[in-house]
């Protein structure tokens, strides 16, 4: 393990700060709330890492459970007291994952996981070709020196409710006028979570030939469908060559509203809405999803006990939408996120990451709240208030 | 085939039984400086009924049973000195019952000091329980099995012991029983007028049997807070500050501390005062009559307030206080060990010389301090030791001064708090023998497998 990471291990008082939010409304790291053992915690985490590099303890298959069940939704970094590690501590993390994976000593879902993703460049072993289809009748144009490139991701590639957003979003740019474009079977897995995964080689690779890709055809500004994809354009791409303007689509869709291009009209339930980790604790951005829906008619946000800052993660960050090392149960935070969502009294459950799509819509399922709760997109539900659901 | 592991796990699934060893190893030890001892199972029972087949169990098998809440004691109460079964009981965290006529909630063992917390403030605004220093994961359960004290202790009446209205546990023979008025009646109002059972369960650190629910007492919570902090370089003069502005019974709560750093308030005492109150003019004559109460002292121009700074004066406002967790990384190190040490008032300027010359002499550094409990009844005197995980030499010495520490608060007339092990003996040997025979005999009769968390008040 690094020696920046190595050093700080013995820092950690476990004083259990990092398993509540800063409201202490509930538990909200979901891995120690699916399993309730103290070794599931960011404390217990960073205590056996220390004891593996101390050669206390002997990696097996529950270590590496314990720490592939992170799903890196950064509720430890907001609320770890200790001021000199917590900003490391999801880096501790991913890096004593790197160390498993070079060792490999991984999951058998995690190796499957970067199987696929190394064969097809996406999770979901569809042929390259395949990475536009989500737009085939749309009639949006290659891109080709628009303003704006829309970059769909795998998951609004290749999973229903992902590629109903980018739908939806796409056809709200395109009623906005937005100059915007995407690829055509040259999109990649931006990398995001297989870095999260410990896989950084591999998350390198795909970053690169993304961005080969976007600087041969001199794109600037990229719309990105997923925050993952947001993230990481803007974290870890630029020190591998690529350098743009990275927007989340809620952030334009806001932009376009306030410059009066899109106007939302009456959507006649209350919502509530879920703020993804990689778009709010991770890049502070709470903002432009409300501005959006407040300016819905006649609709109101109800938030939830545990939102911005706070908000419970879907369970879907880190590798975990791919690998399902936290399996099932009552105790995900998935469905946690529902019952909370249920108890504001809304019927709309408003998100704006396709990975918290499809995890919130199984749990609603799993909740059996279909009838009390929908899961929707922010695009949706604009689309919807303006009569095109 | 390891048969308690399969009973176990009919009791409460097979996802909540754990003997792998990154559970022993992290359940072997807590954040202090105690050996670690690994247990042979960690158990996670979410109803009081599977605490009671758990129980039958360890006397069937004549296995130990440890209840854990938060696992924040730093003294090792809830490592399993001899082995058999920990009992973490934090997925037993519903706050069944708030009554805000008679001002109690109730609520399962292993609910948070936070997390009840932020359920009152959301459905029941009015009301407040006292807090502990502890993170808000410590629970409510643990904190009061081991007298803890928090930011009511001064004007609401005591220890955390003090504001138990019922109680129920699971007896280590696999009863289970309510104490207090909850056992007669289906309110969990009060303990009295019933013979207080509930003592049999409070300070015994987990060694009588197992606490399931709690009733607590809530109290008003005010509007408005400020915090104001009286200095002195005077060690003598603590016990008089503190007694004039307890006097006033103006404070909500009081405490007392010296810290080596910052340099430049080396050798301060400093007396944290904090009022509360339902509306600002209030708050403001509070403030002046505790600032009124110590004029003959600042008059001297030898002690006075401290101008505080926003942020310093946020963190103080904080209930609990982040920087008490930071506290264990100020040797960069992540570690700290404390002896709480309940004591009279007057022996705190001894108690603070005592630590000084302890840490001292063994090369370590400190905070000390104390907190006021009810009325000056008695104060919590802390003796903190911060130490670096990493460095075996200085967590040796921080050992050699616990073990000091724990003689000299005896020597002081006082009594450690939450005592590791070894310092429940040295208490146990100033005891008076009769007492003794008495704990050995409650014990007996409660016990009779002595399967509850042996090694500790072991008589």
Same mark, same amino acid.
């Given at each position: 393990?690094?020696?920046?990471?190595?050093?700080?291990?013995?820092?950690?008082?476990?004083?259990?700060?990092?398993?509540?939010?800063?409201?202490?409304?509930?538990?909200? !790291?979901?891995?120690?709330?699916?399993?309730?053992?103290?070794?599931?915690?960011?404390?217990?985490?960073?205590?056996?890492?220390?004891?593996?590099?101390?050669?206390?303890?002997?990696?097996?298959?529950?270590?590496?459970?314990?720490?592939?069940?992170?799903?890196?939704?950064?509720?430890?970094?907001?609320?770890?007291?200790?001021?000199?590690?917590?900003?490391?501590?999801? %880096?501790?993390?991913?890096?004593?994952?790197?160390?498993?994976?070079?060792?490999?000593?991984?999951?058998?879902?995690?190796?499957?996981?970067?199987?696929?993703?190394?064969?097809?460049?996406?999770?979901?072993?569809?042929?390259?070709?395949?990475?536009?289809?989500?737009?085939?009748?749309?009639?949006?144009?290659?891109?080709?020196?628009?303003?704006?490139?829309?970059?769909?991701?795998?998951?609004?590639?290749?999973?229903?409710?992902?590629?109903?957003? *980018?739908?939806?979003?796409?056809?709200?740019?395109?009623?906005?006028?937005?100059?915007?474009?995407?690829?055509?079977?040259?999109?990649?897995?931006?990398?995001?979570?297989?870095?999260?995964?410990?896989?950084?080689?591999?998350?390198?690779?795909?970053?690169?030939?993304?961005?080969?890709?976007?600087?041969?055809?001199?794109?600037?500004?990229?719309?990105?469908?997923?925050?993952?994809?947001?993230?990481?354009?803007?974290?870890?791409?630029?020190?591998?060559?690529?350098?743009?303007?990275?927007?989340?689509?809620?952030?334009?869709?806001?932009?376009? &509203?306030?410059?009066?291009?899109?106007?939302?009209?009456?959507?006649?339930?209350? &919502?509530?809405?879920?703020?993804?980790?990689?778009?709010?604790?991770?890049?502070?951005?709470?903002?432009?999803?409300?501005?959006?829906?407040?300016?819905?008619?006649?609709?109101?946000?109800?938030?939830?006990?545990?939102?911005?800052?706070?908000?419970?993660?879907?369970?879907?960050?880190?590798?975990?939408?791919?690998?399902?090392?936290?399996?099932?149960?009552?105790?995900?935070?998935?469905?946690?996120?529902?019952?909370?969502?249920?108890?504001?009294?809304?019927?709309?459950?408003?998100?704006?990451?396709?990975?918290?799509?499809?995890?919130?819509?199984?749990?609603?399922?799993?909740?059996?709240?279909?009838?009390?709760?929908?899961?929707?997109?922010?695009?949706?539900?604009?689309?919807?208030?303006?009569?095109?659901? | 085939?390891?048969?308690?592991?399969?009973?176990?796990?009919? #009791?409460?699934?097979?996802?909540?039984?754990?003997?792998?060893?990154?559970?022993?190893?992290?359940?072997?030890? %807590?954040?202090?400086?105690?050996?670690?001892?690994?247990?042979?199972?960690?158990?996670?029972?979410?109803?009081?009924?599977?605490?009671?087949?758990?129980?039958?169990?360890?006397?069937?098998?004549?296995?130990?049973?440890?209840?854990?809440?938060?696992?924040? &004691?730093?003294?090792?109460?809830?490592?399993?000195?001899?082995?058999? #079964?920990?009992?973490?009981?934090?997925?037993?965290?519903?706050?069944?019952?708030?009554?805000?006529?008679?001002?109690?909630?109730?609520?399962?063992?292993?609910?948070?000091?936070?997390?009840?917390?932020?359920?009152?403030?959301? =459905? =029941?605004?009015?009301?407040?329980?006292?807090?502990?220093?502890?993170?808000?994961?410590?629970?409510?359960?643990?904190?009061?099995?081991?007298?803890?004290?928090?930011?009511?202790?001064?004007?609401?009446?005591?220890? =955390?012991?003090?504001?138990?209205?019922?109680?129920?546990?699971?007896?280590?023979?696999?009863?289970?029983?309510?104490?207090?008025?909850?056992?007669?009646?289906?309110?969990?109002?009060?303990?009295?007028?019933?013979?207080?059972?509930?003592?049999?369960?409070?300070?015994?650190?987990?060694?009588?049997?197992?606490?399931?629910?709690?009733?607590?007492?809530?109290?008003?919570?005010?509007?408005?807070? %400020?915090?104001?902090?009286?200095?002195?370089?005077?060690?003598?003069?603590?016990?008089?500050?503190?007694?004039?502005?307890?006097?006033?019974?103006?404070?909500?709560?009081?405490?007392?501390?010296?810290?080596?750093?910052?340099?430049?308030?080396?050798?301060?005492?400093?007396?944290?005062?904090?009022?509360? *109150?339902?509306?600002? %003019?209030?708050?403001?004559?509070?403030?002046?009559?505790?600032?009124?109460?110590?004029?003959?002292?600042?008059?001297?121009?030898?002690?006075?307030?401290?101008?505080?700074?926003?942020?310093?004066?946020?963190?103080?406002?904080?209930?609990?206080?982040?920087?008490?967790?930071?506290? *264990?990384?100020?040797?960069?190190?992540?570690?700290?060990?404390?002896?709480?040490?309940?004591?009279?008032?007057?022996?705190?300027?001894?108690? !603070?010389?005592?630590?000084?010359?302890?840490?001292?002499?063994?090369?370590?550094?400190?905070?000390?301090?104390?907190?006021?409990?009810?009325?000056?009844?008695?104060?919590?005197?802390?003796?903190?030791?911060?130490?670096?995980?990493?460095?075996?030499?200085?967590?040796?010495?921080?050992?050699?001064?616990?073990?000091?520490?724990?003689?000299?608060?005896?020597?002081?007339?006082?009594?450690?708090?939450?005592?590791?092990?070894?310092?429940?003996?040295?208490?146990?040997?100033?005891?008076?023998?009769?007492?003794?025979?008495?704990?050995?005999?409650?014990?007996?009769?409660?016990?009779?497998?002595?399967?509850?968390?042996?090694?500790?008040?072991?008589?």
């Amino acid at each position: 393990m690094d020696s920046e990471y190595r050093d700080i291990l013995h820092r950690c008082f476990r004083c259990g700060w990092c398993k509540l939010p800063t409201n202490y409304a509930d538990f909200n !790291c979901p891995a120690y709330l699916k399993h309730r053992f103290e070794s599931f915690a960011s404390g217990g985490r960073m205590w056996l890492i220390r004891a593996w590099t101390e050669g206390e303890i002997t990696p097996s298959e529950r270590f590496n459970q314990i720490l592939f069940s992170c799903v890196t939704c950064g509720n430890c970094v907001e609320a770890c007291a200790m001021d000199k590690i917590r900003d490391k501590l999801v %880096d501790v993390f991913v890096a004593a994952r790197r160390d498993l994976v070079e060792e490999g000593r991984i999951p058998p879902g995690v190796r499957d996981y970067f199987k696929a993703v190394s064969v097809s460049g996406n999770p979901y072993k569809r042929p390259a070709e395949e990475t536009g289809l989500w737009a085939a009748d749309l009639d949006i144009e290659e891109y080709n020196g628009h303003e704006y490139l829309l970059y769909a991701g795998s998951v609004a590639s290749f999973d229903d409710p992902g590629m109903r957003m *980018a739908r939806s979003a796409a056809k709200l740019f395109k009623q906005a006028g937005l100059s915007f474009g995407t690829l055509k079977g040259e999109e990649v897995d931006d990398g995001n979570d297989l870095r999260a995964s410990g896989e950084q080689a591999l998350a390198d690779f795909l970053a690169s030939r993304n961005i080969e890709t976007f600087n041969r055809k001199g794109v600037g500004k990229i719309i990105t469908i997923s925050p993952h994809s947001f993230h990481t354009m803007r974290k870890d791409y630029p020190a591998l060559g690529g350098t743009f303007e990275v927007y989340h689509y809620s952030q334009v869709l806001a932009l376009l &509203v306030m410059q009066g291009a899109l106007v939302p009209g009456g959507f006649g339930a209350e &919502v509530t809405y879920h703020d993804p980790c990689y778009l709010g604790r991770w890049n502070k951005e709470y903002f432009s999803s409300r501005r959006v829906l407040g300016e819905l008619k006649g609709t109101s946000v109800r938030e939830m006990d545990r939102s911005m800052q706070n908000a419970l993660c879907c369970g879907g960050g880190g590798g975990n939408f791919f690998t399902d090392i936290l399996g099932t149960g009552r105790d995900l935070s998935s469905r946690a996120r529902v019952r909370e969502a249920l108890d504001t009294g809304a019927g709309t459950l408003v998100v704006s990451c396709p990975q918290c799509y499809r995890m919130l819509d199984d749990a609603v399922k799993a909740e059996g709240a279909q009838d009390r709760l929908r899961v929707r997109d922010l695009a949706e539900v604009v689309s919807a208030s303006a009569g095109d659901a | 085939m390891d048969r308690i592991k399969d009973r176990l796990e009919e #009791i409460v699934g097979k996802d909540y039984v754990s003997c792998s060893a990154e559970e022993r190893f992290i359940y072997s030890r %807590d954040q202090g400086v105690q050996e670690p001892s690994e247990p042979d199972y960690v158990v996670l029972p979410a109803t009081s009924e599977e605490v009671r087949e758990i129980v039958l169990l360890a006397n069937e098998a004549k296995v130990p049973v440890v209840p854990m809440g938060g696992g924040l &004691v730093l003294s090792g109460l809830t490592v399993p000195l001899k082995g058999g #079964i920990v009992l973490d009981m934090k997925r037993m965290n519903r706050i069944l019952e708030v009554n805000e006529n008679s001002h109690y909630a109730v609520v399962e063992a292993g609910t948070s000091q936070g997390m009840l917390d932020a359920y009152l403030r959301k =459905h =029941h605004p009015r009301l407040k329980h006292s807090l502990p220093d502890a993170p808000p994961v410590a629970t409510i359960a643990g904190n009061i099995a081991i007298h803890g004290s928090g930011h009511l202790s001064q004007s609401e009446g005591g220890f =955390h012991s003090e504001m138990v209205t019922g109680l129920e546990v699971v007896l280590p023979t696999g009863e289970l029983v309510k104490l207090g008025s909850c056992s007669t009646v289906s309110a969990w109002f009060s303990r009295a007028p019933l013979p207080d059972l509930a003592g049999l369960f409070l300070g015994w650190n987990g060694t009588t049997g197992v606490i399931t629910k709690v009733g607590i007492k809530l109290f008003p919570r005010q509007a408005h807070h %400020d915090v104001l902090i009286f200095m002195t370089e005077d060690v003598d003069a603590a016990p008089d500050i503190l007694f004039r502005v307890i006097h006033t019974g103006m404070a909500e709560d009081i405490n007392y501390a010296l810290s080596p750093k910052p340099d430049y308030l080396s050798g301060f005492q400093m007396i944290v005062i904090n009022v509360t *109150a339902h509306r600002e %003019d209030e708050l403001a004559l509070k403030l002046r009559i505790i600032r009124e109460s110590l004029r003959d002292y600042f008059e001297t121009k030898e002690a006075g307030f401290m101008p505080m700074p926003p942020n310093m004066k946020a963190g103080l406002l904080e209930v609990p206080q982040k920087a008490l967790s930071r506290f *264990a990384d100020v040797r960069k190190g992540g570690g700290f060990e404390y002896v709480g040490a309940i004591m009279p008032l007057e022996k705190i300027p001894d108690a !603070c010389r005592a630590g000084m010359e302890i840490t001292e002499r063994n090369g370590i550094t400190y905070s000390l301090g104390a907190r006021i409990i009810g009325r000056g009844h008695s104060a919590m005197f802390f003796f903190a030791y911060p130490f670096n995980r990493a460095d075996k030499d200085e967590i040796r010495r921080v050992r050699s001064a616990l073990e000091e520490t724990n003689e000299e608060a005896i020597r002081l007339g006082g009594i450690p708090w939450k005592a590791e092990a070894a310092g429940q003996k040295l208490i146990l040997g100033s005891m008076e023998p009769a007492t003794y025979e008495l704990m050995k005999k409650v014990r007996t009769l409660l016990d009779p497998n002595g399967i509850m968390n042996p090694g500790n008040w072991e008589v």
